[in-house]
């Protein structure tokens, strides 16, 4: 048994169970933060050891990425979980439910979406929490749309093939301003 502060860690290595006593208060508190990220209390737990460990992207940000083509999705997460905790989401109604429930450091989008458009979602983001940094990727771009981008509280247009460097770069220079809940100027 591992014991630290007022709380108590019980490790079963055999059955690799973990066991945990904490404080009446602090179980309500952690209840809620799971709440209202969208985990469970578990995954949750499971996380900060990992961070603790140096073994999961405490530095990174939270990313995420909403787009339709699963083949771009899935190239798009891979390409940056090493470095980011990274969610996917299909449609804009989707992602904006994630959104309700979980923080986000930065929303990259697509423009073409079914349902609501990357534009709208931008748009929606940006009243709720404005502190989200949106970055948005198209395969179809023109001046019009980036502007619209632009004025929605985009903070960047990419053009797809995306450069994962270019994206990077993109995250890296926003991620301190989203992270100290900054929220974009008009």
């Not at 299909?90 to 429930?101: D, Q, S, Y």
């Amino acid at each position: 048994m591992y014991n630290c502060t007022d709380g108590k860690i019980d490790m079963d290595t055999e059955n690799k169970q973990l066991h945990l006593r904490i404080p009446k208060e602090d179980y309500r508190k952690l209840k809620v933060r799971c709440a209202y990220d969208g985990t469970s209390m578990q995954d949750y737990i499971v996380k900060l050891i990992v961070e603790s460990m140096g073994e999961y992207p405490a530095k990174g940000g939270s990313l995420l990425v909403v787009e339709d083509e699963a083949i771009v999705r899935e190239s798009l997460k891979d390409s940056l979980k090493d470095a980011h905790v990274v969610t996917t989401a299909e449609t804009g109604e989707e992602a904006l439910e994630l959104i309700k429930k979980r923080d986000f450091d930065i929303l990259i989008v697509d423009v073409r979406l079914p349902g609501k458009s990357g534009i709208e979602v931008i748009r929606e983001v940006k009243q709720a929490k404005p502190y989200i940094r949106s970055i948005v990727i198209t395969a179809f771009p023109s001046v019009e749309l980036a502007v619209e981008a632009m004025k929605q509280g985009a903070v960047d247009y990419l053009v797809k093939p995306i450069r994962i460097e270019d994206l990077e770069n993109l995250i890296w220079e926003n991620l301190s301003k989203a992270r100290k809940r900054t929220p974009l100027t008009e």
